[in-house]
């Protein structure tokens, strides 16, 4: 460590020329890296995910994304039976501005699942196609001014809900940037290193993460030209990037500061340094980036990718750090570290105290901790797999308002989450219809249904929507998706379950099954 640091200083504006140059390409290529980056939720062997892909290449629309949900409520004195004949062309129009998604309803089904305790409210639900880009848009965009219009002209009061819509929080479907959230954590970062330092050095960290993150973008650019690397990279680059480089360049500043305010000249600080803090670098780089290879080893494609985004995170850093912080320090640092209001010649009282009282109270610490310890682990035993629950949602908002309206009537809250039950072969309208049977029965499903509209039926295939009784959204409600596929697994044709809670149990039987 030592000769690398004297070989940085004596080489230090080359060593700052080349990092210069590695921030301005990584400019260009942060904006290209996220173009390339791919939307990947794929568990490959999966039931559920295998059956998706069969649906998806059959029907074109439905699998682990939740439908869209249209909502109408009929004027007081009237039912939905009675306004039928003028909800029906609404849900055509739909369907033409829609063409590729599915839709059903109580016109499609006449089932009472569909209507509400007083007959006045009833719902659609729109099966979208397969989400593969952040630039795509949901069915609501086009539904709503139909739904609008519709509104004023027939006098039934339309709207939209959906899963997918609670998620966003709100009805602007734009959400912030990349940009942004990293802004956000880079001024809190900015203000934590201002109270640490009290002086402009603060900002030294800061741009060593940016160089940091800049590098790493460039990085995963050119890996996208040789493997598919998931679009969730790009936040562990810029968020978890900027954390740790901060980090890590905290403990060579730091030292460099003390063994200034000791009476070092600015060499021999930034020398000591690197020898001391550079070694502690390097273990901790090390030890994540290791720890991180047990990702590669398990059978996601997305997990895989931010195995490989989280090990370059630390390795870049170190590599930073290593080269143009002290190259940094040993030119401009003295200058930048103005104005000193903290010295660090002295041990800070504060912490000093503390630690006299742990070593003088040393097991009523140990036993402190393990309480606290104790605290946070025990929820661990609790946690729930998946997605979060609808109530944890938007608590407000038409999207909120109109899935209560549904909920107030009586409608199953497994509505959002609807599973999907493939089946093929000769007689698959037969095998449906059992299916229909057998699932309808089982605990915890509020229905079963068998279209025979031709978005539900196709060539020697059928399709069977499966309501359960609550959100099959967490691996504490999607056991129904099991109890279904025990039930109807011995019928001829049927190929499998998907659907949200489908997606919950392909997750734990890839990921969470493989720990032991």
């Known amino acids: 460590m030592i000769r690398l640091a004297e070989f940085v200083l004596r080489h230090r504006r080359l060593v700052m020329l080349f990092w210069l140059v590695m921030f301005v390409v990584g400019i260009g290529a942060a904006g290209r890296?996220?173009?390339?980056?791919?939307?990947?939720?794929?568990?490959?062997?999966?039931?559920?995910?295998?059956?998706?892909?069969?649906?998806?290449?059959?029907?074109?629309?439905?699998?682990?994304?939740?439908?869209?949900?249209?909502?109408?409520?009929?004027?007081?004195?009237?039912?939905?039976?009675?306004?039928?004949?003028?909800?029906?062309?609404?849900?055509?129009?739909?369907?033409?501005?829609?063409?590729?998604?599915?839709i059903l309803s109580y016109a499609d089904t006449e089932d009472p699942i569909f209507l509400t305790d007083d007959g006045r409210t009833t719902y659609a639900l729109v099966y979208p196609t397969p989400f593969t880009s952040f630039t795509d848009v949901g069915p609501d965009v086009a539904m709503r001014p139909i739904l609008e219009q519709a509104t004023e002209e027939t006098g039934l009061t339309w709207g939209v809900t959906g899963y997918n819509l609670l998620a966003q929080g709100s009805d602007d479907p734009e959400a912030p940037s990349l940009l942004v959230d990293t802004l956000i954590g880079g001024l809190g970062a900015l203000a934590v290193l201002t109270f640490l330092f009290a002086s402009f050095l603060a900002l030294v960290p800061l741009l060593v993460a940016a160089v940091s993150i800049l590098t790493t973008f460039t990085i995963v650019l050119l890996g996208t030209y040789v493997t598919d690397i998931s679009f969730v990279v790009q936040f562990l680059i810029a968020l978890v990037g900027l954390g740790v480089a901060v980090d890590y360049s905290l403990l060579v500043v730091n030292r460099w500061r003390e063994e200034r305010a000791h009476g070092r000249d600015n060499h021999e600080a930034v020398v000591l340094s690197m020898q001391y803090a550079g070694h502690a670098v390097v273990a901790s780089a090390g030890t994540v980036a290791i720890s991180l290879c047990a990702l590669l080893v398990i059978p996601v494609p997305l997990l895989r990718s931010m195995g490989v985004g989280g090990m370059l995170i630390p390795l870049v850093s170190t590599l930073v750090i290593l080269t143009l912080l002290p190259a940094m320090l040993g030119g401009i640092g003295p200058r930048v570290d103005w104005p000193r209001i903290r010295h660090e010649g002295q041990p800070s009282r504060a912490w000093s105290a503390w630690a006299r009282l742990i070593v003088r109270w040393r097991w009523v610490a140990v036993a402190v901790a393990l309480v606290l310890l104790t605290a946070l682990v025990v929820p661990i035993f609790g946690i729930k797999i998946g997605q979060a629950q609808t109530s944890s949602l938007a608590s407000s908002g038409p999207a909120h308002d109109n899935l209560q309206t549904l909920r107030d009537g009586g409608v199953p809250s497994g509505v959002v989450s609807p599973l999907e039950v493939l089946v093929k072969g000769p007689d698959a309208t037969g095998s449906a219809a059992e299916v229909v049977q057998r699932s309808g029965s089982v605990d915890g499903v509020a229905a079963a249904l068998a279209p025979e509209s031709p978005g539900w039926r196709t060539g020697n295939t059928a399709l069977v929507a499966v309501?359960?009784?609550?959100?099959?959204?967490?691996?504490?409600?999607?056991?129904?998706?099991?109890?279904?596929?025990?039930?109807?697994?011995?019928?001829?044709?049927?190929?499998?379950?998907?659907?949200?809670?489908?997606?919950?149990?392909?997750?734990?039987?890839?990921?969470?099954?493989?720990?032991?």
Do not use: C, H, M, W
């Not at 649906?55 to 909502?71: C, D, E, K, Q, R």
């Not at 309501?467 to 099991?482: G, L, N, R, W, Y």
């Open 33 to 102: 890296t996220s173009e390339r980056l791919t939307v990947d939720f794929s568990l490959p062997g999966q039931p559920g995910y295998e059956t998706e892909k069969q649906i998806l290449a059959t029907y074109g629309n439905g699998g682990s994304n939740p439908p869209t949900i249209a909502v109408v409520t009929v004027p007081d004195g009237s039912t939905v039976e009675e306004e039928l004949d003028r909800i029906t062309p609404v849900l055509d129009q739909v369907q033409a501005a829609l063409p590729k998604t599915r």
């Open 467 to 516: 309501i359960p009784t609550e959100e099959a959204v967490d691996s504490t409600k999607a056991e129904v998706v099991q109890r279904v596929d025990d039930a109807v697994a011995d019928i001829p044709g049927v190929v499998g379950i998907a659907g949200v809670g489908a997606t919950v149990l392909d997750y734990i039987n890839a990921v969470y099954k493989k720990f032991p």
